[in-house]
């Protein structure tokens, strides 16, 4: 079968009646390509280093950038969503917003990103339109986006080649393990659970001080998922295969007691649902199975589940029937026992991976090295730079009087910044500083604030010269800060092991 050419517009300035012949089933291909890499790496997977897909990492850096700090009021989410469309991200305000909304809801992210005030959705309904809800960034964000102006990571243009964003955050705490991720790319997906931020930084530590650490001794901290809904995992087989190369799965169950509902009838009380599992979705299909008669012995199912209390599904059981036996009917019928599964791929330098929790961690405090030690560079280059001014202001001083009847002898700014540096042993940085420095703060000057100035960027200057000097220096401050991390946010396990 012939292959139908593709005509193509002529590019400016060639002959406007030329028409190009062009292989249709290889330009489908490229142009597929093409597609499949920027769903890859623009959209649908989360960088390991920093555990967000770009949209996500738009968001927070944008917010940062608007000052919606934890300390300041809430705005609406549309001004947000607006703001990251027309600066950062060339898609739709939909993706835009549905990010927010997962960042900000408790039952998705074990460590929630956004703060959110108004309707964010529940398990089984979707949240208020842009225009109705309000967020901020939560505290933990800080931790991700602070230090991004201290040269530690670097940027890229945005989609017009106007401004600058991000290519990845600084991320002080491991966000992929802990917050979890999902995403449909082209020929690869990522479903990745939450963990437990102080098993996952008490894991990192460990193997900062024991690079060679095995898998069952990272274990022994991590030893499964810890989803934000909390539940009962199972059957933990697929755990450690995860973990080992990236994939593997298991069952999580909800949690459920046995006990007096009313003064004659015995019930089951469901608590906890397994991840992403709603009430009421679970009281549709129970009813389905009753109706059907594949279950009985149940009398009445009733959902008392509200924002404020929580979830609470209370299924009353007729008399003459065991409740531990309906109880494991519903574990094998209804979403009550659910499998997830793991399928661990990110983007590690750009190319998309399959990572075991190792790696996963692996990648993390290898970023976060670099970070220290941009920002060191950074910071003791910032100090060296005053350190010359502080310098140059002491030799000023000792001689106020001096300097002023030279500035005022000299017929401009050159002059004046030569007879500087003549004088007083100045640099040009040092003299120019002193021009520019407007009179009335010149001669209040304090001799004894400067020399105590001049004492503390020399002592901050040698403690980070001491820290980049020393790779053990710069882990060590890598897990100091993972420490307060820890200490600030980490919360007790929710997902029990059976």
């Known amino acids: ?193 939450p963990h437990n931020l102080g098993e996952v930084i008490a894991a990192t530590k460990h193997l900062i001080d024991n690079p060679k650490a095995t898998l069952k001794a990272l274990m022994k901290f991590v030893p499964a998922p810890d989803f934000p809904t909390g539940g009962e995992i199972t059957a933990r087989e697929g755990i450690a295969e995860a973990y080992e190369g990236g994939r593997g799965s298991f069952k999580v169950r909800a949690t459920a007691v046995i006990e007096k509902v009313t003064s004659r009838k015995m019930g089951i009380v469901i608590t906890e649902f397994p991840y992403n599992i709603g009430p009421e979705k679970v009281v549709e299909k129970i009813a389905d199975l009753v109706k059907a008669k594949k279950i009985q012995g149940i009398s009445d199912i009733i959902d008392l589940s509200d924002g404020q209390q929580g979830t609470k599904v209370v299924v009353e059981i007729k008399n003459g029937y065991e409740a531990e036996d309906v109880l494991e009917k519903l574990y094998k019928l209804t979403p009550m026992e659910d499998q997830f599964s793991i399928n661990a791929v990110a983007l590690v330098n750009g190319k998309p991976l399959t990572l075991g929790l190792k790696e996963l961690l692996q990648v993390f405090i290898d970023h976060r090295i670099e970070v220290v030690r941009r920002r060191s560079e950074y910071r003791k280059g910032k100090a060296e730079a005053r350190l010359t001014l502080v310098d140059g202001l002491l030799k000023a001083i000792i001689d106020i009087d001096k300097v002023i009847k030279i500035i005022r002898a000299s017929d401009d700014a050159a002059v004046a910044k030569d007879a500087l540096i003549k004088n007083f042993k100045l640099n040009d940085e040092q003299a120019t500083y002193i021009l520019d420095m407007p009179l009335r703060r010149l001669t209040k000057m304090s001799k004894l604030e400067l020399e105590s100035e001049q004492k503390e960027l020399k002592a901050i200057i040698a403690a980070l010269k001491k820290l980049l000097a020393s790779e053990d220096a710069i882990k060590a401050q890598v897990a100091v800060e993972l420490d307060e991390v820890a200490k600030n946010f980490a919360t007790p396990r929710r997902t029990r092991l059976a």
């Open 1 to 193: 079968m012939a292959k139908a050419p593709k005509a193509v517009l002529p590019k400016p300035g060639e002959n406007p009646g030329k028409i190009v012949d062009i292989d249709v089933s290889q330009e489908m291909s490229e142009s597929f390509l093409e597609y499949a890499y920027s769903v890859i790496y623009s959209r649908a997977l989360p960088d390991a280093r920093d555990g967000l897909k770009p949209v996500q990492r738009r968001i927070l850096h944008q917010m940062s950038d608007m000052g919606l700090r934890p300390d300041k009021g809430h705005v609406k989410c549309a001004r947000v969503v607006g703001e990251v469309m027309g600066k950062l991200h060339p898609h739709g305000d939909g993706a835009i917003y549905d990010a927010m909304v997962r960042m900000a809801q408790s039952f998705s992210m074990r460590l929630p990103l956004i703060d959110g005030h108004g309707n964010f959705g529940s398990l089984d309904s979707g949240p208020a339109a842009m225009r109705y809800t309000e967020s901020r960034l939560a505290t933990p964000a800080m931790a991700m986006v602070n230090e991004s102006d201290e040269d530690t990571v670097d940027f890229g243009s945005n989609y017009d080649g106007q401004l600058l964003e991000p290519i990845v955050l600084p991320a002080a705490f491991p966000n992929l393990l802990v917050n979890g991720a999902t995403g449909i790319a082209v020929g690869m997906a990522t479903n990745m659970p």
